[in-house]
């Protein structure tokens, strides 16, 4: 048995404000995205969230170890309504230069558990200079006990575009047995 | 179908100073693991990677690194390479060897730069142990042919292994 299976691969040939992956199966252990990504926002660092299952409600919590200077900070923020703001490289950032975002989510299908994911995003420029760049590691919860059947990922919180050519793959992950 | 296929490894049996993949199939991402170790006499050293060969400035490196009790973040660009994924240097114990995971995304897209993100650890059971996350960007949207590991002015020792993987997306 396959230990990593491809659920579904999307590349944009416009620009989208939202990438949906739906009818997802339980019958995996975990499920990994991977992307390569960037905004059409007016700005240097754009930002990706998720949302689950179409839940729209604020049943999301995250924290936050990162940087774009020389000081590495740490955020959290509770009952938000999309988790986990990662970093894309967006308009005003070097042209052509995507992000790099792996993000697991854990045990998507348990039902006994909180869903937990933990996300890695790199956004990558051509820049020394404060906030023109960014690493982001950090972890989320999702306050429901549902198996997830549906992720959506969302450029900011829907409001921009993920521009042409942006990737992304979601991977299920078999264990033994 | 295996996603996921091992493309190479490279088991060093003598020091070199560099290891070069340059046959690396159609996959939709490529991932690179190291357990590794350089000939500097420190704790620990900077692995370096260039693609398709090219050594000009034409690369941009920012990183998270924790060592001891300290942090810092780094940010530099016009450099030679991406770097910053340490190894463990000969500083350290024999057995001890540096871990990085390299992913490199969309890598035959010829309509991106290449971008890599990376983790890497050094020295964690010597006197300066050291956990990074790297980002790495090549200013070049051309598909990625070749890649390139070296400690700069130094060798990767002998029992270093590298091994490049390729992900698939179908």
Known sequence: MACWNVIEHQELSSGASSVSFTGISASYDHLVLLSSARSDEATINGYMNFQVNGDTGTNYSRRSLNANTSTIGTSSAVNQSVFIYQYVPALNSLADTFGVMETWFIDYSNTSNYTQILSQSVGPNNSATDSQWGLRLSSGIWTSTAAINRVDVLCDSGSDDFVQYSTFTLYGINGAG | ?170
């Open chain 2, 1 to 170: 179908m295996a996603i996921i296929e091992a493309i190479e490894t490279v088991y060093l049996e003598a020091d070199v100073a560099s290891v070069t993949f340059s046959s690396l199939g159609s996959y939709e991402h490529l991932q690179l693991r190291i357990i590794g170790k350089t000939t500097s006499t420190g704790d620990y050293y900077a692995l370096h990677l260039t693609l398709n060969g090219d050594t000009g400035s034409n690369y941009s490196n920012h990183r998270i690194e924790g060592y001891g009790s300290s942090k810092q973040a780094y940010a530099s660009t016009g450099n030679t390479s991406i770097w910053g994924f340490s190894a463990d240097g000969s500083g350290t114990g024999s057995a001890e060897y540096g871990g990085v995971i390299i992913d490199i995304l969309d890598y035959q897209n010829g309509n991106k730069n290449t971008t890599v993100s990376g983790i890497a650890s050094a020295s964690i059971a010597g006197g300066a142990p050291r956990v990074i996350i790297v980002s790495g960007l090549w200013d070049d949207v051309a598909a990625v042919t070749s890649v390139t590991v070296n400690p700069s002015s130094y060798n990767l020792v002998r029992g270093t292994e590298l091994t490049l993987y390729g992900i698939k997306s179908s």
